[in-house]
């Protein structure tokens, strides 16, 4: 029988060796690394533990037994499913390692930060995303965690607004009153909770999380903070189950709870949150891939530069990975014809049926300069760049998303930043006409003021 405790320990000694790299990097870098590795830790060893533990029998509705693995057994399927995701994680390991020592060769005494006065611009792209997400609401037009596309493509546009403007203030505004930056926070953060609830996803609370933790790594961490981190992650995490069955109908609620009866009772509170993390689905589709490859790496690369550009000026239908992956790769072991949803690949499962393992190395390699330029961009000087890089912290592409499904999230986020380069113009306009902005030889101090950056409070953002 072949065992798969070593995968697991592969794969878990990988993304140690990720949080210690991630311990020795200096500012953003760590609180992404960090999350990647509890994400990838939820996905790829929780869910196999609980599945090697409980041996489920598959149900109707149940995505945590998978009937692909049942059926050729779990020790052997979970063994076989996680070779190629233990091999893409060392890669992943050892490129953080790498620039773990390269930081610490090149860290400058201080750190960089933006230098313009976001906030007032920031706010104007929050209120314009919450009126999106309330017209949106109102007119019953909210997608949904899987959706193929928005019923109302211009309001899903707009309502993403509120995600980037959310985590945009959590990261930037710097009220002079501590009582004033706790009440600012935790209204960002309970409306970001409920709209998780509102469309079924995790990603925007667990953004506004991360934008948290991004906060505190450019201005210094405390062992409060860590805890503050940890307890939002936790809340907004585990309460997503209990909040979402409140707006669900009694019916729903019992066939929750027929479904959940079939695991013992230490692991149904953690049922929900596992049944989100499913890129284990994911690296089962690859591994019963029956056709290889699943497109050559010249069309992954024609495909990724399509979507960057606007369909309106591309003039033909561009690839949507996500449904793509559902009908071609899942459809390829699973009946897939009378469903209708974009799928999570992952960086490590599409790459695997494109080119193997040379995919894999390509996929996480991809990630991590997606995660470096994210970092770079949030301490960019212009708000263009620095829209972009909070565009990529509000996705979820730096944890369950291959090159085709990120290039197509880049690409919409360029559009989002267009539109927020256009508030900027008109909010700054506006404050000038109006006086409200000051004039130039006071703007370091106002600036100073806005990121917490003060120059003789800042405290170099070290611990």
Sequence with gaps: MIDPGIELVLVGTALITIVVAAAHIHGVARVFLIAQAVYWTLSY???P???LTVQPRPRYADNIADP??????????????LQPVAFGLWVYALAAVAYAIWDRRHRSAAPQT???DFVPTLAAVYALGLLGRAVSYVTGSTGQAGDVQSSNPILGFVAQLATVGAIGLIIFIRPADRRTTAALLAAL???????????ESKTPIMSAAMAVAVRFAMYGWTRLRVVCVAVISVVGIGGFGWLQSIKQPDYVRAEVLVRDSAYPPWVQPYLSILRRFDLLEAATDSYYMTMRPW???????????????????????????GTAWATEVRGSSMDMSRVSVSLADGNINEGFVVAGYAGVAAGVLFTFGLLLLGVRALQARHIVVV?????ITASPILFERGILGSMEVIGKSLQLVVLIWLVDMTVREYRIRTGAARGPESAPQEIGTVVGARTKGWNNGTE
């Design 45 to 47: 060893v929780a869910r």
């Design 49 to 51: 533990l609980v599945l």
């Design 68 to 81: 692909r693995l049942a059926a050729i057994g779990y020790d052997r399927g979970i063994a076989e499913v």
């Design 114 to 116: 933006a230098t313009r």
């Design 189 to 199: 953060l309970t409306v970001e909770l409920l709209w998780t609830v509102a469309v």
């Design 295 to 321: 497109m050559t790496p010249f069309e992954v690369v024609q495909h990724g530069l399509q979507s960057l550009i606007p369909a309106q000026l591309l003039g033909t239908e561009k690839l949507r990975s």
């Design 387 to 391: 829209g972009l890089g909070l565009a």
